[in-house]
């Protein structure tokens, strides 16, 4: 084929497949059926390969994701990402009605908008082309991430004006991927994640672009930054422009005369919001008037224009008909509730944490009781309280066993802890948590091998302990259930790679009391050998910075006992790595910053960055995440809805931060 003939073709088909993907994505009313799309898309890869010099930047096909990034680069928005202020109640409402009403008067408007739970990115537009995509970060600062942006088909490439445009919005991923995506998770055995809203975030953070292509993700827009050359005098109808120019908008934004009207549209959001086929954690209301925006101005944080209604922890009222009783790596054993099924935040729930015995005497529950559950974003929903004025009397009191469920042997309780544990070191349980936690993606981060399949493993006998692992024949795994040849080969690929890890994956994995993966990182980077440390008495621990007194005892007493000597012989005949090789790269680059020493909790909800990622990121600059506030901790990150830690750092003077500050001294880090 003639270059001009291609040139010819590749444009229309760029045109058609925009149009087609525009119904789809962004008005969710598709025009052609999924196989004419693909068959289109196909052809124009096609060509693309043929007559890669025609290939432009936004064609259709840079949604499949390109070449991976070696690093983040930093984005300065021109005009900050502020976040919101809060309203719990109604009242809240109207404290907040109040204060702008003597800014700016009785006549106000307000546009309700519901608060999707995703991760906020800027997107900007020169020309009418997408050029550049960046996440919130400070507020000021953020990382480019156009390369995963482009990849979401509801963010266009090209709009229908040719406008300079900065846009605002909320980057998520739908409910039934989130369930399709943590379902492949479970089936590969890999970490599932909480919720979507850290879903998406994981998915936008990653350096290659093909993985945010297969998240399904979407995104909606719901402000303007900046915009050149057109003057808008309402927010909603800067809205509708949005709308006109290609973007995906919300439908469901309203335009309220009056404070009642808005409370009204919160309420019924409150009942509504499992219907949506997104999550959404509250609804944000914004004074219309952009004329009232200017007057209005700024607090330190937040903009006195808008706030954010919270919808409350959604709680729900169900029977409590059995417990079940876990016992963990540890020995630990943890109480579970068995649940009559309930809805619960649009999942079902079956299965709430009790925690301990004490709390279960504390809150007195019965088996048969009616209780209420509630569900704080997390995977388990926790028993919140018992209704005891519907007892009827039928109810049976409770008692924590005396002896381990799984092994019999007696269960003690050790000073100064709330828990019960097994002590028998033989216990299959505590085996079977233990190589769950080996194979872990911070220990020897073996792929494929989930809970099910350890279950497994240990059901056909092929496994006692962790050295077995690396005996496994390719014809014993071919016999277990949903192991193809394909996973069978892809598992004692990872397990036979697993040799060569690092010394402190094998220590974090052993599990040794008190050893976490900061721990066992120091004590590689020390002792280079497994036979070093074997050999090394409390004093040597204790010389090392970092170990404390429990520590070390607890790693003398370790490598005392002669099944753990058994077991590190048979893992070296195996031929798996006891050194140290060297430091890992993020560490090398590590400086001095100021968490560098540090102790630090993080409690609340964070909306930048996970949990996890806050963990990594602070452990990465030398310091150490704990759970709870006490005297030692130097510093509190407190993100939204914080309780109870964030009153005990005040309480004790400890310093706090919000996640905006938090993040920024990340950055500067
Ligand atoms: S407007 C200055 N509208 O909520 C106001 N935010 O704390 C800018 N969010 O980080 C935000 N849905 O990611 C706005 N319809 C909506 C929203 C929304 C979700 C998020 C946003 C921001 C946080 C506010």
Redesign the pocket.
């Known amino acids: 084929m003639e270059k001009h003939q291609a040139e010819q073709e590749m444009d229309a088909l760029r045109k058609e497949l925009e149009d087609y993907g525009y119904h789809y994505y962004v008005l969710d009313a598709p025009i052609v059926p999924d196989s004419e799309y693909d068959k289109l898309l196909n052809r124009l890869l096609e060509l693309e390969g043929q007559f890669p010099e025609l290939i432009t930047e936004d064609s259709p096909t840079v949604r499949i994701g390109g070449e991976p990034l070696s690093a983040f680069k930093k984005v300065a928005h021109r005009v900050p990402?502020?976040?919101?202020g809060n309203a719990f109640s109604a009242q809240d409402l109207r404290d907040f009605d109040r204060r702008v009403r003597q800014n700016v008067g009785d006549e106000v408007a307000y546009v309700c908008?519901?608060?999707?739970?995703?991760?906020?990115v800027s997107l900007t537009y020169e020309e009418g082309r997408f050029v550049r995509g960046a996440t919130?970060g400070d507020g000021t600062t953020g990382e480019d991430i156009t390369h995963n942006l482009k990849t979401i088909p509801a963010i266009p490439l090209r709009l229908k004006e040719n406008v300079m445009l900065e846009v605002?919005g909320?980057a998520y991923m739908p409910k039934h991927s989130f369930e399709t995506l943590n379902a492949a998770k479970e089936e590969a055995g890999e970490e599932k994640f909480a919720n979507p809203r850290n879903a998406a975030a994981g998915s936008l953070r990653q350096l290659d672009p093909k993985i945010a292509a297969k998240r399904n993700l979407s995104l909606?827009v719901?402000?303007i930054g900046e915009l050149t050359g057109k003057n808008m005098d309402t927010h909603y109808k800067g809205l509708m422009y949005l709308d006109e120019l290609g973007f995906k908008v919300?439908k469901e934004a309203t335009r309220c005369e009056s404070m009642d009207d808005v409370i009204a549209y919160t309420e019924r959001w409150v009942e509504k919001r499992h219907e949506l086929p997104y999550e959404i954690d509250g609804v944000?209301i914004?004074v219309d008037s952009l004329a009232m925006h200017e007057r209005l101005g700024f607090t330190a944080k937040?903009?006195r224009w808008?706030t954010?209604y919270k919808f409350p922890a959604e709680e729900v009222v169900t029977v409590l008909r059995e417990i079940e009783l876990n016992v963990g790596r540890t020995g630990v054993v943890t109480p579970t509730a068995l649940l009559d099924p309930v809805l619960v935040a649009g999942t079902t729930v079956r299965r709430a944490s009790l925690h301990n015995e004490d709390l279960i005497r504390e809150k007195d529950v019965k088996l048969g009781d009616t209780v209420v559950v509630k569900k704080a974003g997390d995977i388990i929903p926790e028993v919140v309280s018992v209704l005891t004025e519907k007892r009827t009397g039928d109810e049976v009191d409770f008692a924590m066993p005396t002896h381990c469920p799984e092994c019999d042997s007696q269960l003690e309780r050790l000073e100064g802890e709330v828990a019960l544990r097994c002590l028998n070191p033989k216990c299959p349980a505590q085996i079977r948590e233990g190589l769950i936690h080996f194979v872990s993606r911070n220990a020897m981060n073996i792929d494929g091998l989930g809970e099910k399949v350890i279950s497994q493993l240990f059901a056909h006998e092929l496994i006692a302990d962790v050295a077995d692992l690396y005996s496994l024949k390719r014809e014993d795994l071919l016999e277990l259930e949903r192991m193809g040849e394909k996973s069978v080969d892809n598992l004692l690929t990872a397990i036979a790679v697993s040799k060569e890890n690092s010394l402190e994956r094998l220590l974090f994995g052993l599990g040794i009391r008190f050893v976490g993966a900061k721990a066992a990182r120091t004590l590689a980077e020390q002792f280079e050998t497994m036979e070093a440390l074997q050999e090394a008495s409390e004093e040597d621990l204790l010389a090392v910075n970092e170990i404390g007194e429990k520590m070390a005892a607890s790693i003398v007493a370790y490598y005392a006992k002669p099944e753990v000597r058994t077991l590190l012989a048979e893992l070296r005949s195996a031929g798996v790595s006891m050194e140290f090789k060297g430091k890992q790269p993020r560490e090398s680059e590590q400086v001095d910053s100021f968490f560098t020493g540090k102790t630090v909790v993080l409690t609340g909800k964070l909306?930048e960055l996970t949990r996890n990622e806050a963990q990594e990121r602070i452990e990465a600059l030398g310091g150490t995440v704990t759970g709870s506030v006490s005297k030692k901790t130097d510093l509190v990150v407190a993100g939204e809805d914080a309780g109870s830690k964030q009153k005990k750092a005040e309480t004790l003077g400890i310093e706090l931060w919000n996640e905006a500050k938090f993040i920024e001294e990340l950055e500067k880090a």
């Open positions: 990402m502020m976040s919101l908008e519901l608060k999707f739970d995703g991760l906020a919130r605002r909320e909606f719901y402000s919300n944000v914004k937040f903009p808008a954010a909306s």
